[in-house]
Antibody
């Protein structure tokens, strides 16, 4: 069974940094592209970032480009999101999601999310 | 950037009735790149439909997707109690890579 468990969410001040982790199990993690998607309270999901299976290619939404960095450790089946220069508008539940294999245009499994709150 | 609009915002129906949810794109979307998700309170989204009309693994056949170009539809034939939730459409473009979601349609119990 596919399992994605996020951690690392916290209350942080504007301008601060945070590193999120996503532990994956139940599938061949190193074979899959992975994503981070966030959802502000009462809003729809918003895609944040994508990383290819071997970590060679990454993509970001314009709103986080230059501030967030996605990475992965395939030996430890773990996905990361380093978030710097955090802003109030980054407040959201952050989900890691598995890329829909073969299509690369949807998300077929999601974790339960970790809450990031940016506030002074 | 392609913007997705969903209607109605809220749909109030009774169990057993059918629901028709609309997703309209600001530009033409390849059918292969349109997906639908269900999200219940306190849960993460669940993939229902990919490629505009193909059901994801384990999704009951009362869920069906259709459409092309700029107009897509999710139909739920015979609402079950567990179907009352928020539904999002999502599209993908690859130059540059960008996934966008609609604002959602809430299906609640009448």
């Amino acid at each position: 069974e596919v399992h994605l468990v996020e951690s690392g969410g916290a209350l942080v001040q504007p301008g601060g940094s945070l590193r999120l982790s996503c532990a994956a199990s139940g599938f061949g993690f190193s074979d899959y592209w992975m994503h981070w998607v966030r959802q502000a309270p009462g809003k729809g999901p918003v895609w944040v970032s994508r990383i290819h299976s071997d970590g060679s290619f990454t993509s970001y939404a314009d709103s986080v480009k230059g501030r967030f960095t996605v990475s992965r450790d395939n030996a430890k089946n773990t996905l990361f999101l380093q978030m710097n220069s955090l802003r109030a508008e980054d407040t959201a539940v952050y989900y890691c999601a598995r890329d829909f294999p073969g299509f690369h245009n949807a998300f077929d499994f999601w974790g339960q999310g970790t809450v990031v709150t940016v506030s002074s | 950037e392609i913007v997705l609009t969903q209607s109605p915002g809220t749909l109030s129906l009774s169990p057993g009735e059918s629901a028709t949810l609309s997703c309209r794109a600001s530009q033409s979307v390849s059918s292969s790149r349109l997906a639908w998700y269900q999200q219940k309170p306190g849960q993460s989204p669940r993939l229902l439909i990919y490629g505009a009309s193909s059901r994801a693994t384990g999704i009951p056949d009362r869920f069906s997707g259709s459409g092309s170009g700029t107009d897509f539809t999710l139909t739920i034939s015979g609402l079950e109690p567990e179907d009352f939730a928020v539904y999002y459409c999502q599209q993908y473009t690859d130059t540059p890579p960008l996934f966008t979601f609609g604002p959602g349609t809430k299906v609640d119990i009448k």
